[in-house]
Structures are given as C-alpha cells and as structure tokens.
RNA sequence: GCCGAAGUGGCGGAAUUGGCAGACGCGCUAGGUUCAGGACCUAGUGGCCUUCGGGCCUUGCGGGUUCAAGUCCCGCCUUCGGCACCA
C-alpha cells in the first residue's frame, strides 16, 4: 500500500529529475527526423502566468511530447520577448529599471512554467534584451537597410501622447492605442520605416501554402488588401493634372465629379478665390480631428467645392472638384473620381451636395436602391455600352493606356512598416547622423549598439527618445571617416525582436552568425506553432516579411517560418460588476445564490457578464492557487479537458474535479493508497474485451493526437482506465500502454506510476503504444434496425454475418414484425456494422 | 454595413463519407461504505406519456431533399470574432 495521491510532492520531484537527465534537450548531433514545436514566447509582465499562457504552452506541450515518443528529434525552446512598451510601462510604474524588472520577472515566470512541466530545452533560453541576441536584430536591420527595404521619412503617424511615442498602423485600433487604450493623433514626422509593401504580393500568395487556420489567412489577405484597377488622369485647365486610383474604370463615364483628401497637395493651388475661406476652413478643422473623430460620424458627408472643375478624360466633361474628409490620403492616391450611380458613398455625397448621377451599369430588374454596385451591362458609357463588367474594365483599361491617360494598376491597403519608437526600452539602431545632414548605416563589427543606461528612462513626450539626453554615448564619430556624428535615438518597437527568434533557438550560441546555414537546414520550418489570434496581423506578418528578406538574402532555406499555425482559443470567464455604477469586483466578494450573483457586503444583486479574463475586469484566475489544491497535472488535464484547443473557453473550476478523480483513480488502480491495495496485474497477454477495450483505446488516442483533438483522447484514456477498474487483475500489457499515453497529458502522474512499476527510463521518453488491426474488430455486432426511419428493435449477431442472416433476424424481433405486420416490403438494406433498414407501405 | 465562425441535456462538450443524438466529464438522485468528508463504490439521469411491451417529441427558428438529416439545400434569428468611408 502506498500513501494517498500528493501531486505537489511527485511533481517537483520529477521535474528535479528530468532537468537532471536533460531529458529533453534537443541535440544537433541526434540524426532522427526533427519536430520544432514552438510557442509564441511571452512578454515575462510582472503578473506571472496567466491561464491564457497556460492553455497555450500546454497545447504545445503536448505536441511536442507526443513527438518525442513517436520517435522525432524535437525542438522544444522556450525564451523571452522583454523589449518593448509592456516591460517598460511595467518598469515606470514600478519605480525600477527595466533591466531589473525583466530579469526579475523572467525568474517568476521561469519558475512557474518548470512547475507546470512543460517540456522546454531550456539549454537554449534566449532574451531579446540580452545583447549577444539583439546584436543579431541590429545586424538584420542592416541587412534590410542594405537591400533599400528600410528607409526614413517625414509621414504622418500615429503619434501617442500618453505612450509618449509612435505606434505602428497596426497598434492602433479605433484610433485608440492597443495597448492601454490611449487616444492616438496624426502628426507628420521623420521616422523609420520598413518597405514590407514591396513584399505585399509574395505574402499574400504564400499563405496559400501555409497549414493555418482559414480565418487567421484571412485576416491577414484582408490586411494586405490587395485591389486591382486603374489609375486615371484628369487634367484641371492647362496648369494642373491628378491621379485618381479606381477599382471601376469601366464606370468612368458616370463620374460627375472628383474628391480630393483633404491634406491632397493640389487643393490649395486649384482653389478658386471665391472659395478660399470655405476650403481653408474645412482643411484646418479636419486637421484637428483625430483619426477617432473622423471614422466616428462616416454617416454624415462632409466637404466643400473648391471652385476648379476637371475634365473628364473619358468624354470631355467638365466636372467639379470637391474635397472630403471620407477621401483618405494615405490610400491610393488620395484622389477618387466620384461615380455616384456605381459607388453607395459617392450616391451619398451627391444627394448631400446636389450634383449630377449618372448610372452606368444597368441594375438588375426592379431594383429600387441607390447606387449600384454589382455586375450587369454597361449603359451610358459609349464604347462600352452592352459590355458586362469584367469586360468593360478590361477595355476601359486599354483605351486608357492607349490615349496615355491612365494604366492598370494594384493598390494595396498595407502601408509600409513605422520602425522607429521614442522610447528606452528598445534595440537601437545602428545608424549615426552625420553633420551634413546625411546619415550612416554602422559596419556590422560596430555591434551590438548597446543601449547606455540612462538617468531616467521615461518618455520625453517631446518626440524624442530618452537616449537623447544621454550626451556621451549620443556623440560619436562616424568610424567610416572619423567625422563627428550623433547616433540615432530612436529604438526599434517591439516586434523587431520576434521577427526573427525563432531562427535564433535553432542555434542559439552562434557568435558569428544569427543562425548557421546548417542549424537552419536542420530546424526550419517550425512545424508547429502554437499562439493566439492577437498576433494574427502583427507579429505574424512582420516575422514573416523579415523571413522572406532572409530569404531572398540566401540566409535561410525556407520561404515561410511557420508551417502550421494553431490558435488555440480565449479562455472567457465572468467579471462582475455592482448595478450602481458599474465598478468591477473580485469573484471573491462575489456569492453566487440560486444562479444569481450578489454583492457579498452589501447583498445586493450583481451584474455578470462572460469576457475574455483581464486584470482591469478583475476576472483573473491565477493558475498557481489551482496548482497548489491539485497540482500542474491535473491543470494541463483540465485545460485540455475542457473543449477543443481551437474553441474558446469558459472557466469554471467546477469540472477541475472530475480529472483529478481521473488520476486519483490510476493512481489507486496501479500502487494504491493508504487504504486500498493496488489492483493485482498479471503478465499474461490481454484477451477477449479487454484486448478490445485496449486497442481501442491505442487506436482512437493515436488518432485523437494526430487531430490535436485532446479533449476526445483523454475522454478515450477514461474509458481505458474504467474499463481496466472492471477487471479483477489488470494485464501489464494494459499499464503499459495506459502509462505511455497518459504521459504527453499527465507527465509527473505517468513518470511515478512507471517507475513504480519498475519500467526503465523516463515515461515521457517510452514509445508511442501501437494497437493490432485486428483487436479492434469484436466477435458480435450490434444492429439496430429501423423500420420507416425509426429504430424498432437491436440485435446482435456474429460479426460477418452474411446481409441475409441479419434480415432475417430482424425481421424476426417481435417489436419489429409488429411494425411491419401487414405491410409491404418495399426495401430492406444493411449498413455494415451499423443497421438495417427496412421501408414498408 | 461587409466578411468569418458558431448555436446540441441543468453545465463543459462527443458524434468518419447523411446511418442508433447526447461518448467522456461536471452537477443532480438513490443506495452502500466511512469517526468524518468537498473522500470512495454501485445504480440512475434529455423531455413528456406508459397497460412497463413500449410510444411520442428533441441538436437556435421555419421550410425542403432522403428509407434515414446535428450533418445536405433554401429562408430567417441570435451570439462571438475580424474589418470598418480602402475608392
């Protein structure tokens, strides 16, 4: 008799254990095929694990274990993500240097993710704060500054005053930042940038190759935004001419007037004198207007004439110019041709302001809205009349070309990529200005730039990075000539470290390389890559704009990083709010009565609502408490237990019960407990049933772990274990292959119970159990017969049963013959294994 | 507004190509066991009806195809996610 079930004690111990043997350590020199399993390592913030992290890194614990017993020589790496705003908001509100914070929450983190048992090769730990890494992000940058791909310029950006920096197009949602929530304004001003707009159409393409979710391409095809039209001249008089980019040349002759941004360069030169007061006004209040503002009222169309008129390339027409703020000058051109009967917001702006519509495509038969948008015959449109609307662009397009007024063209909605931050905490870039004005990029032996300590590492909010103020690492001399030269003082944001990390684990210590040749030959692609959505058109396009760069450099072997992309879903839990005013409460001063929540002080009703868990909803569940109580296995159990990887989850630690009874159950069955006496085992070979119920169990594991379907695979290891609890001696041969699939999902539980049962080696290291095609068939089958769509009665019968024999026999049930008493047989069939059909009239 | 995903017992969720809806687990009910238990064991558990043989209903709603529909087709509703004046 052993003691009763201490996760906490046996967890800790193997953990010792397996770092002792570095059980998973992935070897260079080990010639079998490789598996690089990969997370998307976390930002260490100063909360610790969180319940998201630990559904995402169990996820991929489990992929990676399961690989390793299959056979494959797996990369497992785990490292840290510390540059960036998080870690430093983190510092600033901490009172501390972010150095320290990091490392200081690197540890906790470490700590919690070892308690977890997650199987990393922590031999290859990599931070991209440390300088031997971003030495590597610095001399990547200067690749990219080397192929023309990066580049200053004076644009307008999306500049944060509360962040006291620049955030990327991307960061920004709702004219809000992503992190924090902050209002964001546009302002013009000399930044980096990244020409990821050149690789538009390759990353597009290549996602077609790629093993990911359909929405998360998608997403990332709808963010790229590639459309194809033209663009179109139109001359003003002699003096002036514009480009306007359109999706719909073929409806060029219903345009009946032009829109100019705002902020167009042309406007203030076209503008007639007559109008000058009213343009001026309304270019000097949309200026004011933030982003937020101008997206808030798109119901209501705005704008003013400004006096010039324009003519129509097509047929001559004189048509007017307008300007409008619901013309963007990031986009296209920043100049539309408006065509009122094609285009719903051009039909808007012309009701607003009385102009002209003309329709050009014919609407289908009694239609009664307002523009059409859809496909039909061209109408009004001269040479095209009759054309349907491919057509119709096509030969829109060549007489454009033709008359040298306008070409075939792409646009996309990607913008090119803002680099720089004006904050600390960041890679700085190898660049110094030089007097002239002109700048220079570093040699590569000038690396790693290091970031100096500074005496205060909070945004200036002037635009300019805290490095700034530091004089004597600022001053400097350009090592090309030796002429005095001020270092560049920006920092790069933090995605730049994550483009490339996972290139770094497969060879983590390469003093003269960011990665070899052959360590990328022998890791890449990653295989499996397990994160959540958030990064969907963040990281993931940036990683992979920066691997196709390598690329194309002869860097790296591949054209994509990340062959296939799991997501694995929200974990949702309710928050709860008082009814006065809305204020959130801790689940602890919750009580929940008859399904109603209730103020715990005051006793009065609660508001509850389902939402993704969040430290300002304070519905944070903190993984260490469940640690403690049950211990990480059955954590990682639960967590898996509870839906697919890919559906979003709600918390509730009710069911926490029914997978720690599961393994207090294997853990009675195989040593027992204070108690109870083990269940005897016999080394004889499984037979009837069980065999059955074993080989069931290896089969339909096995193929559950293929899918990543877990919660189905530990429902089957369930059913394997209640069916060796029926047996009044278990065969070893059961055990055996109990314990080598239990172990990807309850590591520490599988690895004691192995060795308790005097197995060699690690559990976690044994080979994936194999089942006998043949022990999956049974002697009997069970029928179920139906007569007219309805089951009237079972039978069973010797597998293999010829059709004639099952009739026979169901025809035969006495609930059966009584539904079919007096009718005619109209059709009888057998579903192999399934049932028999019967249809009578 | 546009695009995408999803709606199955009291709850989380299962269901190859259309083939016995509700696996597994939680919760609940009854019994056993225990000094005790938020422990363990056994049995039951979608709803309604039942002469205890069985019958009828049931996968968001309404139609359809089929011997047979959670699964396929048409039309709606709801929820979640993404995009949001992108020309």
Redesign the pocket.
């Given at each position: 008799m052993a003691g009763a079930y201490i996760p906490n004690e046996i967890e800790t111990r193997w953990q010792q254990r397996w770092e002792a043997a570095e059980a998973f350590r992935a070897d260079d020199a080990d010639p079998r095929p490789k598996k690089y399993v990969l997370d998307m390592f976390p930002y260490p913030s100063g909360d610790g694990l969180h319940l998201g992290h630990v559904e995402n890194y169990t996820i991929s614990d489990v992929v990676a274990r399961y690989a390793r017993q299959r056979g494959f020589n797996v990369l497992h790496p785990m490292g840290w993500d510390a540059f960036g705003l998080p870690a430093e908001q983190y510092a600033i509100e901490n009172q501390v240097h972010p150095r320290d914070a990091v490392a200081r929450n690197v540890g906790i983190f470490k700590a919690q993710m070892q308690r977890m048992g997650w199987s990393y090769d922590w031999s290859r730990e990599i931070n991209t704060t440390d300088p031997d890494y971003y030495k590597w992000t610095q001399w990547i940058f200067l690749k990219l500054h080397e192929k023309g791909l990066a580049f200053m310029a004076e644009v307008p950006v999306n500049w944060c005053e509360a962040l006291g920096t620049v955030l990327a197009n991307e960061e920004v949602?709702d004219g809000k930042s992503e992190r924090g929530g902050h209002p964001v304004v546009r302002k013009p001003m000399r930044q980096w940038l990244l020409k990821i707009t050149e690789y538009a159409d390759r990353l597009l393409e290549d996602l077609d190759g790629l093993d990911w979710p359909s929405?998360l391409k998608?997403?990332q095809r709808?963010?790229i935004?590639r459309?194809e039209?033209a663009d179109v001249t139109f001359t003003i008089g002699d003096e002036h001419e514009f480009t306007v980019?359109?999706?719909?040349p073929d409806t060029l002759f219903g345009a009946t007037f032009c829109v100019l941004?705002p902020e167009h360069p042309l406007v203030d030169g076209i503008t007639t004198d007559a109008q000058r007061s009213g343009v001026d006004e309304y270019v000097a209040k949309t200026s004011r207007r933030s982003e937020r503002d101008?997206?808030a009222?798109?119901k209501t169309?705005s704008g003013v004439f400004t006096g010039a008129f324009a003519t129509n390339p097509v047929n001559g027409a004189q048509i007017p110019i307008w300007i409008a703020?619901?013309?963007?000058m990031g986009?296209?051109t920043?100049a539309?041709m408006a065509v009122p009967g094609g285009?719903q917001?051009d039909w808007e702006f012309a009701e607003t302001f009385d102009l002209p519509i003309i329709r050009t495509v014919a609407p289908p038969e009694g239609f009664d809205g307002q523009a059409w948008e859809g496909e039909g015959a061209a109408i009004n449109s001269g040479f095209l009349d009759g054309m349907q609307v491919p057509e119709a662009k096509r030969t829109m397009i060549e007489w454009l070309e033709e008359k040298g007024v306008g070409s075939a063209r792409v646009?996309y909605?990607l913008r090119d990529w803002l680099f720089s931050r004006q904050r600390y905490w960041g890679e700085p870039f190898p660049i110094v200005h030089r007097e002239d004005g002109s700048y220079a990029a570093l040699p590569a032996d000038a690396l790693p730039i290091r970031l100096p300590d500074v005496a205060s590492y909070k945004p200036t909010g002037t635009g300019e990075s805290p490095l700034a103020a530091v004089e004597d690492w600022v001053r400097t001399t350009d090592p090309a000539d030796g002429a005095p030269a001020l270092r560049e003082t920006n920092t790069m944001p933090q995605w730049a470290g994550s483009c490339w990390y996972y290139l770094r684990f497969a060879d983590p210590f390469n003093t003269s390389a960011f990665c070899s040749k052959e360590r990328d030959e022998q890791w890449l692609p990653v295989d499996v890559y397990v994160g959540g959505?958030e990064h969907a058109?963040l990281h993931l396009l940036y990683a992979r704009f920066w691997h196709k760069v390598l690329f194309d450099l002869g860097l790296v072997h591949t054209q994509e990083p990340f062959q296939r992309l799991v997501n694995q879903g929200m974990i949702l839990c309710p928050s709860y709010q008082t009814e006065e005013n809305g204020s959130y409460l801790r689940i602890e001063d919750v009580e929940i009565r008859d399904g109603t929540p209730y103020v715990k002080a005051t006793g009065r009703p609660a508001y509850s609502i389902v939402q993704k868990m969040s430290k300002s909803k304070k519905n944070v569940i903190n993984p260490d408490e469940i640690i403690r109580e049950f211990g990480a296995d059955t954590l990682r159990l639960y967590m898996l237990?509870?839906?697919?990887p890919d559906?979003?989850?709600?918390w509730?630690r009710?069911?926490i019960?029914?997978?720690y009874?599961?393994l207090?159950?294997a853990w009675r069955l195989v040593v027992g407990d204070d108690r109870r006496e083990p269940r005897p085992r016999t080394s004889d070979a499984t037979s009837g049933a069980a065999r059955h119920a074993l080989h069931t169990a290896i089969h339909g594991v096995t193929q559950d772990m293929e899918a990543l379907?877990y919660?189905?695979a530990i429902?089957k290891l369930?059913?394997l274990l209640?069916a060796m609890?029926d047996l009044d001696t278990i065969p070893e041969e059961m055990v055996d292959a109990f314990l080598r699939m239990l172990a990807p999902f309850a590591p520490h539980m599988a690895e004691e119970l192995w060795s308790a049962t005097d197995r060699e080696g690690f559990a976690s290291l044994a080979d994936w159990p194999t089942y006998d095609e043949s022990a999956l068939k049974t002697d009997t089958e069970?029928y179920?017969v139906?007569v007219?769509?309805?089951?009237?009665g079972?039978l069973v019968i010797a597998a293999e049963s010829p059709d004639e024999a099952i009739l026979a026999e169901a025809v035969a049930l006495?609930?059966v013959a009584e539904?079919i008493a007096g009718k005619t047989l109209v059709?009888q069939m057998v579903?192999r294994g399934?049932?028999v059909?019967l249809?009578v009239k």
């Open positions: 949602i929405h998608q997403m709808e963010w935004g459309s039209g980019f359109t999706t719909r941004a101008r997206m009222d798109v169309k703020d619901y013309v963007l986009y296209g920043g539309i285009d917001r646009t909605r959505v058109v237990f509870m839906g697919p559906a979003d989850k709600l509730d009710s069911g019960q029914g997978v009874r599961f207090n159950k379907a919660n189905t429902s369930m059913v209640n609890g069970e179920a139906q007219n769509g309805k089951v009237r079972k006495a609930n539904h059709k579903v399934r049932l059909v249809v």
